[in-house]
Protein backbone atom coordinates (compact mmCIF):
# COMPACT_ATOMS: atom_id res chain seq x y z
CA UNK A 1 0.00 0.00 0.00
CA UNK A 2 1.80 3.48 -1.15
CA UNK A 3 1.12 6.75 1.07
CA UNK A 4 1.70 10.12 0.75
CA UNK A 5 4.27 12.12 2.45
CA UNK A 6 5.64 15.48 2.14
CA UNK A 7 9.11 15.81 3.05
CA UNK A 8 10.76 19.16 3.94
CA UNK A 9 14.70 20.00 4.80
CA UNK A 10 16.72 22.10 5.81
CA UNK A 11 20.65 20.92 6.04
CA UNK A 12 23.59 23.46 6.90
CA UNK A 13 26.49 21.90 4.77
CA UNK A 14 26.21 22.66 1.25
CA UNK A 15 28.05 19.32 0.60
CA UNK A 16 25.42 16.73 2.85
CA UNK A 17 22.40 19.38 1.39
CA UNK A 18 23.25 18.47 -2.30
CA UNK A 19 23.30 14.91 -1.32
CA UNK A 20 19.85 14.81 0.71
CA UNK A 21 18.58 16.36 -2.26
CA UNK A 22 19.68 14.16 -4.79
CA UNK A 23 18.24 11.10 -2.25
CA UNK A 24 14.69 12.44 -2.06
CA UNK A 25 14.67 13.32 -5.54
CA UNK A 26 14.72 9.27 -6.30
CA UNK A 27 11.84 8.71 -4.27
CA UNK A 28 9.77 11.74 -5.34
CA UNK A 29 8.78 14.72 -7.08
CA UNK A 30 9.87 18.46 -6.21
CA UNK A 31 7.47 21.42 -5.00
CA UNK A 32 9.94 23.65 -4.02
CA UNK A 33 13.93 23.28 -3.81
CA UNK A 34 13.42 21.52 -0.45
CA UNK A 35 10.07 20.62 -0.16
CA UNK A 36 8.84 17.07 -2.02
CA UNK A 37 5.86 15.31 -2.58
CA UNK A 38 6.63 11.63 -2.48
CA UNK A 39 3.88 8.48 -3.00
CA UNK A 40 5.68 5.85 -0.69
CA UNK A 41 5.22 1.92 -0.08
CA UNK A 42 5.83 1.12 3.93
CA UNK A 43 9.71 -0.20 2.55
CA UNK A 44 10.10 2.92 0.54
CA UNK A 45 10.12 4.84 3.59
CA UNK A 46 12.04 2.89 5.26
CA UNK A 47 14.69 2.99 3.00
CA UNK A 48 14.55 7.10 1.84
CA UNK A 49 14.84 7.12 6.30
CA UNK A 50 17.96 5.05 6.40
CA UNK A 51 19.44 6.70 3.32
CA UNK A 52 18.93 10.01 5.03
CA UNK A 53 20.27 9.32 8.13
CA UNK A 54 23.49 7.74 6.87
CA UNK A 55 23.96 11.29 4.75
CA UNK A 56 22.76 14.16 7.80
CA UNK A 57 24.54 15.60 10.92
CA UNK A 58 21.27 14.65 13.03
CA UNK A 59 22.87 17.53 15.21
CA UNK A 60 22.88 19.89 12.73
CA UNK A 61 20.70 19.17 10.01
CA UNK A 62 16.28 18.28 10.00
CA UNK A 63 14.34 16.43 7.63
CA UNK A 64 10.73 16.44 7.99
CA UNK A 65 8.36 13.72 6.40
CA UNK A 66 4.41 14.14 7.12
CA UNK A 67 2.08 11.56 6.33
CA UNK A 68 -0.62 12.64 4.39
CA UNK A 69 -2.32 9.73 3.66
CA UNK A 70 -3.32 7.14 0.92
CA UNK A 71 -5.35 9.05 -0.89
CA UNK A 72 -3.45 10.82 -3.91
CA UNK A 73 -6.25 13.45 -5.14
CA UNK A 74 -7.16 14.05 -1.44
CA UNK A 75 -3.20 14.41 -0.19
CA UNK A 76 -3.04 16.97 -3.16
CA UNK A 77 -6.10 19.53 -1.99
CA UNK A 78 -4.78 18.94 1.04
CA UNK A 79 -2.52 21.95 -0.28
CA UNK A 80 -3.23 25.12 -0.83
CA UNK A 81 -1.31 26.50 -3.24
CA UNK A 82 -0.60 30.28 -4.43
CA UNK A 83 1.11 31.55 -7.73
CA UNK A 84 2.05 28.48 -10.26
CA UNK A 85 0.28 24.92 -10.09
CA UNK A 86 1.91 21.68 -8.94
CA UNK A 87 2.23 19.08 -11.22
CA UNK A 88 -0.23 16.26 -10.75
CA UNK A 89 0.41 13.21 -9.36
CA UNK A 90 -1.10 9.88 -10.59
CA UNK A 91 -0.32 6.36 -9.16
CA UNK A 92 3.32 7.63 -8.46
CA UNK A 93 3.89 8.78 -12.50
CA UNK A 94 4.31 12.91 -12.30
CA UNK A 95 1.47 14.28 -15.09
CA UNK A 96 2.95 17.81 -16.17
Same mark, same amino acid.
Given at each position: ?13 ? /??? =? =?????? /? ?14 ? /? ?18 ? #? ?8 ? #??? =? ?12 ? /? ?8
Amino acid at each position: MRRCFLVCYDIRDP /KRL =R =RVHTII /KGYGESWQYSIFFCVL /KSIDRVRLQAELEEVMNLHE #DQCLLIDLGE #DLD =RARDSATVLGQSLA /KVESGTVVI
